[in-house]
């Protein structure tokens, strides 16, 4: 049954990396990232009608350390985004970031001057989820399409630390680590 009847006698050549990406990709652990809102369907998500389970990704950690993949869900305050990306710091590389929902990829309505614009001012975002507030299915669909970045072996995480206005062009309300 399964491969070996698939193969034969056959064999298998392939590069190290695509099979390390391969098992990367199906074994990624999300960091729950829960602000407000949003982070009720991303709890959805990990319930049994929607099941992340089948794409590997049941195993939420709450210790940035175990962590692949941060889940950004909800509103980001600049007083929050500093935690945000000091948690982001701890992750281990590779690693990879979703922004869930209007809020967390735009500000969404919140065009006050207390709340971020977008968490790519101050993470380097890998896959954004539209909605608001996203589906669980539009999270998985988020999750599949990182898989194939991770497939690829690409990450964003591995850019400048930085990226966005961390030096105080906006005085008081700037984003730094
Ligand atoms: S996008 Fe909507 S559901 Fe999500 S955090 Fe913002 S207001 Fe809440």
């Avoid at 990306?85 to 065009?111: F, H, L, N």
């Amino acid at each position: 049954m399964g491969l070996e009847s698939w193969m034969g006698d056959g064999y298998i050549a392939t590069k190290i990396e695509d099979v390390l990406n391969w098992c990367r990709k199906n074994s990624l652990y999300p960091s729950p990232m829960g602000i407000s809102c949003c982070a009720i369907e991303m709890m959805a998500a990990a319930g049994p009608r929607f099941d992340i389970a089948r794409f590997g990704s049941e195993v939420m950690r709450f210790t940035p350390r175990q962590c692949d993949v941060m889940i950004v869900a909800g509103t980001t305050t600049f007083k929050m985004a500093k935690v945000v990306r000091k948690i982001y710091d701890q992750m281990p590389e590779p690693k990879w970031v979703i922004a869930m929902g209007a809020c967390t990829s735009s500000g969404g309505m919140y065009r006050t001057y207390s709340v971020v614009q977008g968490i790519d001012q101050f993470l380097p975002v890998d896959v954004y989820v539209a909605g608001c507030p996203p589906r669980p299915d539009n999270l998985l669909h988020a999750l599949m399409l990182l898989q194939e970045k991770v497939q690829r072996g690409e990450s964003k995480g591995m850019a400048p630390a930085f990226i966005g206005d961390f030096h105080g062009s906006r005085g008081s309300n700037s984003v730094s680590k």
